[in-house]
């Protein structure tokens, strides 16, 4: 069946890598919304592909026009990076929740299908060896740590479109990334990749020549995805086979990839020394020691462990993922390197 796909902010990491597959793998339409279009410059001329350059809070005209001709909406503008969230609270308040909020309404008034991003970082410091969506509590900091800004707004998000599909039958689908990663997760490249996450930070770091810094020790875990994992979740989801993601809340991660922060560095370090291009900055590169007080400021706290329970995408998506660690560190490190 030829479907309408709604994407705002299409030109992110997820967005793109979206895009791309709907477009190589499906008959289905996209009509793409966002502030950039760098990331999509190989389907801009797709007759399948329509992309404007806007704002979501802005194109309001655009919105009233395509929400309710949609089949699904992916509504993925979102500020998704700590340092953000200690630096201006506020503006991941208004983008990721006051804006959001706003295109979920949209949805509720046209009973159009959201394809929702929530996050791993709605379990925040739960102490459970793995995150379960229907029984792992979640556990905050105390206000002054405002790093769970993102944390309590894509919980309450979570919340009302749960509130909205049971009382108001709106159709909806939760996913919750784990830390995926891949090409196009930041711009290593660019002056403020520094600010970026764990992985395109150390990267750009390296390609500069500058020392990697482990945050409070680097013991803290995280379980990397890799991102086509990730779209071959989305894809399932989308597809919605016998109502199988209908009203229903999923981890997309991949518990296998469990790993420090330390071993990430150690190991995207000696990966990097096999780009020919990049030895001699690799070579220069020392793995340091930081504060989380100095590096994100008096408003940070971290997670110790985020391990992803995958049992109910697998019985109802059929999905697994497949992609090992070593691999993705090495296509996430070709695209960037070589
Ligand atoms: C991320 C972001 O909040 C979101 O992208 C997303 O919702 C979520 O995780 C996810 O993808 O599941 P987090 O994993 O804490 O949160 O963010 P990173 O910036 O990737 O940091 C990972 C770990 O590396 C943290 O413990 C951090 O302290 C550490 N780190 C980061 C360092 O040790 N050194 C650095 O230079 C940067």
Not at 65 to 74: E, N, S
Not at 169 to 184: A, D, S, V
């Given at each position: 069946?030829?479907?309408?796909?709604?994407?705002?902010?299409?030109?992110?990491?997820?967005?793109?890598?979206?895009?791309q597959r709907i477009i190589e793998t499906t008959d289905w339409h996209i009509q793409a919304l966002d502030i950039a279009n760098h990331n999509l410059t190989s389907l801009l001329d797709h007759e399948r592909f329509h992309f404007t350059?806007?704002?979501?809070?802005?194109?309001?005209?655009?919105?009233?026009?395509?929400?309710?001709?949609?089949?699904?909406?992916?509504?993925l503008a979102a500020i998704a990076n700590p340092l953000v969230y200690v630096q201006d609270p506020i503006r991941v308040f208004e983008l990721d929740f006051e804006a959001n909020l706003d295109i979920v309404k949209r949805c509720l008034k046209h009973n159009t299908r959201i394809v929702f991003p929530s996050t791993s970082e709605v379990y925040g410091m739960a102490t459970d060896s793995e995150f379960d969506e229907q029984n792992t509590h979640f556990v905050l900091g105390p206000i002054h740590k405002e790093r769970w800004i993102y944390s309590c707004s894509k919980q309450m998000l979570d919340r009302i479109i749960?509130?909205?599909?049971?009382?108001?039958?709106?159709?909806?689908?939760?996913?919750?990334?784990?830390?995926?990663?891949?090409?196009?997760?930041?711009?290593?490249?660019?002056k403020n990749a520094n600010q970026s996450r764990v992985v395109s930070k150390f990267l750009s770091q390296i390609v500069r020549g500058e020392n990697i810094e482990l945050v409070d020790g680097g013991q803290q875990r995280r379980c990397f995805t890799y991102i086509d994992d990730g779209i071959d979740a989305l894809m399932k989801i989308i597809e919605n086979n016998n109502g199988c993601a209908d009203q229903e809340i999923f981890n997309i991660?991949?518990?296998?990839?469990?790993?420090?922060?330390?071993?990430?560095?150690?190991?995207?370090?000696?990966?990097?020394?096999?780009?020919?291009?990049?030895?001699?900055?690799?070579?220069?590169?020392?793995?340091?020691?930081?504060?989380?007080?100095?590096?994100?400021?008096?408003?940070?706290?971290?997670v110790s462990a985020r391990v992803p329970a995958v049992h109910n995408a697998q019985q109802k998506l059929g999905w697994t993922?497949?992609?090992?660690?070593?691999?993705?560190?090495?296509?996430?490190?070709?695209?960037?390197?070589?």
């Open positions: 069946m030829t479907r309408n796909i709604v994407i705002l902010g299409c030109n992110g990491f997820i967005g793109s890598h979206l895009a350059l806007g704002d979501i809070t802005k194109s309001h005209e655009w919105l009233d026009r395509h929400i309710p001709l949609a089949d699904v909406v992916l509504p749960y509130a909205y599909g049971k009382h108001h039958q709106l159709p909806y689908t939760l996913f919750r990334p784990f830390n995926w990663i891949g090409p196009r997760l930041d711009n290593v490249f660019e991660g991949n518990p296998n990839n469990d790993f420090s922060i330390a071993e990430l560095a150690e190991n995207i370090l000696s990966l990097a020394k096999h780009y020919p291009k990049y030895l001699d900055k690799a070579e220069q590169v020392k793995i340091t020691h930081t504060s989380a007080a100095q590096h994100y400021g008096a408003g940070y706290q971290d993922p497949k992609v090992d660690m070593q691999s993705a560190l090495q296509q996430t490190l070709d695209y960037y390197l070589q």
